[in-house]
């Protein structure tokens, strides 16, 4: 039995006959290099997986079958085993990804703040839906469930580079930049956004000497930083803390107000007896198992 990997870098057809398959010599011999940095962060060759993936992403656009038939030969692994979880991660694509992936979050705050619209429109403008790449290649659209970013909703990312704030217009903005070849810049992070591949590479490990651009957190993140620090608001030392380690601890304020540890018991304000020392969602009950 043969277990179709996908489509071939080379054009051939899923499932066609192929004389050679996987990279040609040179590809093979620059990817096995870097294959082999990446094998080595690891104690086991099969935890380099997906990095590994990431890699040949970034030769190809998506994970191809030569990607697949690769990562399953680098890591003595099957290609089934290497395509379930390709499969399974929505940042790896199994067919041809645009330049630029254009994510716009329709999840709760970012939809509530306009997110639904946003993709709405862009979609319209460029004449393609989720996970559909526009006919010069340049821009692949899609839902993003959470970009991780709710203090500036709505949220657009461009190859995970944030852009804040966002309308519809500034939306539609972005993307016809990127068709016309010319940068754009993201609200935080590097000063432009790379390709795909570009950044498809940096997931595998590699640096790109860009990790310094831009501002790294903006002033809607810090706002709690900031009111910790005014008024003096400090974590309360943990067990097995040492004289002046409290110093030390996370600027921020304590949810129980003076009490130096959280309530292990149901009270008033707690009927269902959902808090406890095992964290939220916990009954005190299960904080002590």
Not at 248 to 271: F, H, L, Q
């Amino acid at each position: 039995m043969t277990i179709d990997a996908g489509p071939a870098t080379n054009g051939t057809p899923a499932g066609a006959p192929r004389q050679r398959p996987g990279y040609d010599a040179e590809t093979a011999a620059r990817l096995a290099a870097d294959a082999a940095q990446i094998v080595a962060r690891y104690p086991h060759p099969r935890s380099a997986l997906l990095p590994m993936l990431h890699l040949v992403q970034s030769e190809d656009g998506y994970v191809s079958r030569d990607g697949i038939l690769f990562c399953a030969e680098q890591l003595g692994l099957t290609a089934a085993e290497v395509s379930a979880v390709a499969t399974f991660y929505t940042q790896y694509k199994r067919h041809p990804n645009g330049e630029y992936t254009v994510g716009v979050c329709t999840n709760a705050l970012c939809a509530v703040m306009g997110g639904d619209t946003i993709f709405e429109r862009v979609s319209e403008h460029l004449g393609i839906g989720h996970d559909e790449t526009t006919e010069d290649g340049k821009i692949t659209l899609e839902q993003v469930e959470c970009n991780a970013a709710c203090d500036y909703a709505p949220v657009v990312v461009v190859n995970w580079e944030f852009f804040d704030n966002q309308t519809p217009t500034s939306a539609i903005e972005i993307v016809d930049e990127l068709r016309a070849g010319r940068p754009v810049s993201p609200t935080r992070g590097a000063a432009t956004v790379g390709t795909f591949k570009e950044i498809s590479h940096v997931l595998a490990g590699f640096e790109d000497g860009r990790s310094d651009e831009g501002v790294a957190a903006g002033p809607a993140t810090l706002v709690g930083l900031g009111l910790a620090r005014e008024q003096g608001w400090r974590a309360p030392a943990m067990d097995g803390t040492q004289d002046g380690e409290a110093e030390a601890a996370s600027t921020v304020p304590n949810p129980y107000g003076s009490a130096e540890r959280p309530p292990t018991t149901p009270d008033d304000t707690d009927p269902a007896g959902k808090r406890g020392p095992a964290g939220e969602g916990a009954t005190a009950e299960e904080g002590k198992q």
